[in-house]
């Protein structure tokens, strides 16, 4: 393979892994694209309140499971006083709190984050009962509410096909207020709440169902009680269904919090148990959204990332991330434009100097030492020294200047001006030596250009580096870096004409 | 200066640009297109050093019979201010030269003395102190690509061929041949002016004036991008130049390409008045100036070498030169 073939089939390589796991991080793990994208975070807060008797008690309250439509960040319990576990039971997360003797009013919290994820689909539990238990309605005073079922669910079967639609058509009748059947049933179960009679009435039927508990997600709620939905079981799968429309389907925002399985809250040594939710709603950052729902599984692609560095280290690594956009932008200027430029990656360094002064401040401090360096340098060529000792004598002489541009514009009220410590002093004491041989062998002209040239290159480097979109690529997508590789690389062989060429050769065309 | 300069960016500017596909079709050389399809093909890495320092280029050419400038002294380490005293105090005219300057970087060209001083080639007069100073900024690497410690060298100064004497103020012109797999494909002769300090690089504003190779006569000639007809300074016009002894000269500049073994070479060349062509220096990285001083674009001829037989290439010098002179006849514009 000749070298160029080998430079598009590895750039084409590169290219290929970093843009897959770009998009694999966007559409898996949810990294937002474009900087500034907000989700919506649910913190929920489940509160147990009860009496509690004086002797030992146990609260356990279940926990709601993983699912496919909610991604859960993050949770957390206050127990002042009790001891706290999870316990794991017939499939159920609870948490159980456990108490030798408590007296009094009690409460208990339990509070999650929870983020919506749009359009997935409820998984269908495989190990949730199918036992169908038909209940006791032999005696005699019940035997009107009997035929009153038997009568409603008769009607229903023949007005449906199967059981989706058998379902539906029995909660149309449970909500119809003119019915009298329906009427006589609830008056006999006076207690009962929509959901409870329609598990009997499904259970006479002989199919199997069982009671969604949850809650309705919206913004600001307080002492909310848990709302139930029905969810029933057609030979193949489970079919969720609002009780009071009767449809299909889980409503938008229902957090499931429980799904069959037995009571909220088991508790012993207590009495007027009550569980109550409030609900707010945070906009979060996309990115930490993504951050902390992967944090669980240790994705390695995020565990084994800048991510995993502390803080502090990270925002260094912003910088450094940046580094070779800048490099990109010096390779693009003189290879296509043909630039000149002192020190062929010296303006990404001044660039970089200039991110944390800001430009103007920046390009005046910049201006102001090389100046001030040329002319101290011009003396110091007269004093016969070595090469070494003259640049080191530079170098503190640049240290000497930045150390009064700070202290003066600090007296002057200039703080902007104390960031002149930004600038790499050893690359501006060999910018000042290489100056000034410039100028002695070619003239001021030269130093002009190639000043200039490299203060136009680090001042486009800046634009680009400073760039909100940029900035947020680099730092959250670290894998497009091979993708600029790759760019590079097929860059470098570019044999096409600089655009300072079109200039140079022009006299050629006649 | 500076005034001049800013009329020198109105005039670069005012121009305007061409397309590439104009460029394209004068098949003119570009800068990336040099360095990837011929620098990075025909030149090996390893040969570089025999170019890149000078001091291995005269032994190279020593052995390979190539005629250079004399060599007086080298000093390949700091030397003390004894031992360079020793070297220059008997000497009259001499060059001081970095072994691995780059561009004509670094070059002290003493053409005399008055007493205890010593007068540059401009004529200006500078002291012992300031000669030892240079030999010592040599040494620390000021001049050598990427700050490397260099070793300094004493030569001999051309004695000149008076033939160029008008041609050149304040400076020595030099002959710029490139050579493409040993076959000389471009011959430029590089004048020094007033507005380029006595330097002979083109960007300063040296004239630049293309050679035909077949006969050794100026055909174009161009300072700063613009054709021009007589010398600036000294107003003598190019159409009447001719280099004497071409044919040796062109000998010289393709007999290099056995010494470094590189495909795409720069010959300088500089004519002595007893010793007729020497070779300055060697460079591995020829600029591209000469097709703006020739008018023509190096393109097609290093195509047309590229494309040669297999047999055409184990041609010895003299029938290389012949053919070279015979394809590339050019066509006068003075």
């Known amino acids: 393979m000749s070298p160029r073939v080998q430079v598009y089939v590895i750039a084409a390589l590169l290219a290929l892994i970093g843009a897959g796991l770009t998009a694999y991080k966007h559409f898996e793990l949810g990294f937002p694209l474009l900087p500034g994208e907000y989700r919506t975070v649910w913190t929920i807060e489940a509160k147990v309140g009860f009496d509690a008797e004086g002797g030992p008690v146990k609260a356990a309250l279940t926990l709601p499971r993983e699912q496919r439509n909610m991604e859960i960040l993050g949770e957390t319990f206050s127990s002042s006083g009790f001891g706290f576990f999870i316990g794991r039971e017939n499939d159920e997360y609870r948490a159980v709190w456990t108490r030798r003797s408590a007296e009094g009013p009690q409460s208990l919290f339990y509070r999650l984050d929870v983020y919506q994820t749009p359009g997935a689909a409820l998984e269908q539990p495989l190990n949730l009962s199918t036992e169908v238990k038909k209940p006791f309605l032999g005696a005699r005073e019940q035997e009107a509410v009997r035929l009153a079922i038997d009568s409603l669910v008769k009607q229903a079967r023949e007005r449906s096909s199967d059981v989706e639609s058998f379902t539906t058509q029995l909660l149309f009748e449970l909500n119809d207020d003119g019915n009298q059947d329906r009427n006589l049933i609830f008056r006999h179960y006076a207690d009962k709440s929509l959901v409870d009679v329609a598990l009997l009435m499904l259970a006479t039927a002989d199919i199997p169902a069982h009671r969604i508990r949850g809650l309705y997600l919206e913004d600001d709620r307080r002492r909310l009680d848990p709302e139930d939905l029905l969810e029933v079981y057609d030979g193949k799968r489970w079919i969720v269904f609002e009780p009071t429309s009767g449809m299909p389907g889980v409503p938008d925002n229902f957090f499931i919090w429980q799904r069959g399985g037995k009571s909220l809250l088991d508790l012993e040594g207590g009495r007027n148990s009550q569980v109550t939710f409030s609900v707010i709603s945070n906009d979060v950052p996309a990115r930490d959204v993504s951050m902390r729902s992967t944090r669980d599984e240790k994705e390695a692609l995020v565990d084994f990332s800048i991510y995993s560095l502390p803080i502090e280290q990270q925002s260094i690594f912003k910088l450094i991330l940046l580094v070779p956009v800048g490099a990109l932008v010096v390779v693009l200027l003189r290879i296509f434009v043909g630039l000149r430029t002192s020190g062929t990656f010296m303006p990404v360094l001044l660039a970089i100097a200039f991110i944390e002064t800001q430009l103007l401040t920046g390009l005046a401090i910049f201006i102001l030492i090389l100046v001030l360096g040329l002319w101290v340098r011009f003396y110091l060529s007269r004093l016969n020294l070595l090469l070494v000792s003259r640049i080191a004598a530079v170098v503190v002489t640049v240290v000497l200047i930045m150390g009064v541009i700070s202290v003066v514009s600090f007296k002057l009220g200039i703080e902007q001006a104390l960031t002149v410590t930004f600038f790499p002093m050893i690359i501006l004491a060999w910018t000042i030596e290489r100056m000034s041989i410039v100028w002695e062998e070619d003239g001021p002209y030269e130093v002009v250009v190639q000043a200039g040239g490299s203060l136009l290159v680090a001042v486009l480097a800046w634009w680009v580096m400073t760039n909100r979109y940029v900035e947020h690529w680099t730092f959250n997508f670290p894998e497009l870096l091979l993708v600029l590789l790759a760019f590079i690389l097929v860059v470098g062989n570019y044999t096409g004409y600089r655009l300072s060429e079109l200039m140079r050769f022009r006299p050629l065309v006649k | ?334």
Not at chain 2, 121 to 128: H, L, V, Y
């Open chain 2, 1 to 334: 200066m500076l005034q001049f300069s800013f009329k020198h960016i109105i005039n670069k500017v005012r121009g305007g640009i061409v397309s590439p596909q104009a460029l394209n079709r004068m098949g003119i050389l570009g800068m990336n297109a040099r360095n990837i399809n011929y620098i990075a093909r025909y030149n090996d890495r390893e040969k570089f050093p025999i170019v890149d320092d000078k001091l291995n280029t005269k032994r190279a050419a020593r052995r390979a019979g190539i005629q250079v400038p004399e060599l007086i002294a080298a000093f390949e380490t700091p030397a003390s201010r004894k031992r360079v005293m020793e070297v220059i105090d008997p000497l009259w005219k001499f060059v001081i030269k970095p072994a691995r300057g780059s561009g004509g970087k670094g070059i002290l060209v003493i053409a005399g003395r008055e007493g205890e001083k010593y007068k540059k080639i401009s004529g200006s007069q500078i002291e012992a102190l300031d000669i030892l100073r240079h030999v010592n900024n040599i040494h620390s690497g000021l001049y050598s690509l990427g700050g490397k410690p260099d070793r300094v060298m004493v030569e001999a100064l051309v004695d000149f061929d008076p033939i160029f004497q008008d041609y050149s103020f304040e400076g020595v012109p030099d002959i710029r041949v490139i050579v493409f797999r040993g076959y000389p494909v471009m011959a430029m002769l590089r004048c020094s002016t007033h507005s380029s300090d006595g330097k002979a690089n083109l960007h300063q504003g040296a004239v630049g004036v293309g050679i035909d190779l077949a006969t050794g006569k100026s055909c174009h000639a161009v300072q700063r991008g613009l054709r021009i007809q007589h010398h600036p300074d000294t107003k003598m016009s190019f159409g009447e130049l001719k280099v004497p002894g071409w044919y040796d000269l062109v000998r010289l500049a393709a007999s290099c390409y056995e010494m470094t073994g590189l495909g795409y070479l720069g010959c300088d060349i500089v004519l002595d008045r007893e010793r007729g062509p020497l070779l300055l220096e060697a460079n591995a990285r020829p600029g591209l100036a000469i097709q703006v001083a020739n008018g023509v674009g190096l393109r097609q001829r290093l195509r047309f070498i590229e494309g040669l037989d297999e047999e055409m290439h184990e041609k010895k010098v003299d029938e290389r030169v012949a053919f070279s002179m015979r394809e590339f006849a050019a066509e006068k514009t003075l």
